[in-house]
Antibody, heavy 121, light 106 residues
């Protein structure tokens, strides 16, 4: 059974940093691209960042580019999101999601339960 | 960015047929996917690549469309289908989601 379990969320002051983790199990982690998607309270879903299966290629949304870093440790089957220079607008539930690629076309097929990040003084 | 427009809310009775629309601001080919999110839960995949039913999803759910206009159909609707439904495109960069359609079962 595919499982994605996020951790590392919490309350942080504006301008500070936080690192999220996503522990994967039930599949060969190193075979899949992975992503982070966030959801502000009472709002919709927004893609944050993606990383290739080997970790060599990363891609970011404009709102986090230069502040967030996505990475992975395939030996530990874990995905990370380093969040620096946090702003109040980064307050959201952050989901880890697996990219499945079907004949070259990607989509998110599994999601974690989410972890809450609150940026406030 | 590709904007996906969804109607904000719908209310239907159990047993009825409901269609949820998603209109893209530019072509996305058939790279539209549909997710269901129940209150307090994670999103789950229903339909991928516009019309393919994800494994384990009831056949009451179906998807159609290409280019800029897409539809998610639930027939018949059940009480457990109360949720917000999101479309998402992966044709253009960046990946974007619709704002969601909240489905209420009367």
């Amino acid at each position: 059974e595919v499982q994605l379990v996020e951790s590392g969320g919490g309350l942080v002051q504006p301008g500070r940093s936080l690192k999220l983790s996503c522990a994967a199990s039930g599949f060969t982690f190193s075979d899949y691209n992975m992503a982070w998607v966030r959801q502000a309270p009472t709002k919709g879903l927004k893609w944050v960042a993606s990383i290739s299966y080997g970790g060599n290629n990363t891609h970011y949304g404009d709102s986090v580019k230069g502040r967030f870093t996505i990475s992975r440790d395939n030996a530990k089957s874990t995905l990370y999101l380093q969040m620096d220079s946090l702003r109040s607008e980064d307050t959201a539930t952050y989901y880890c999601a697996r990219h499945y690629v079907y004949y070259g076309s990607p989509y998110f097929d599994y999601w974690g339960q989410g972890v809450m990040v609150t940026v406030s003084s | 960015d590709t904007v996906l427009t969804q109607s904000p809310a719908l209310a239907v009775s159990p047993g009825e047929r409901v269609t949820i629309s998603c209109r893209a601001s530019e072509t996305v080919s058939t790279l539209i996917h549909w997710f269901q999110q129940k209150p307090g839960q994670r999103p789950t995949l229903l339909i991928y690549l516009a019309s393919n039913l994800e494994s384990g999803v009831p056949a009451r759910f179906s998807g159609s469309g290409s280019g800029t206009d897409f539809t998610l159909t639930i027939d018949p609707v059940e009480a457990d289908d109360t949720a917000t439904y999101y479309c998402q495109q992966s044709w253009n960069d960046p990946l974007t989601f619709g704002s969601g359609t909240k489905l209420e079962i009367k």
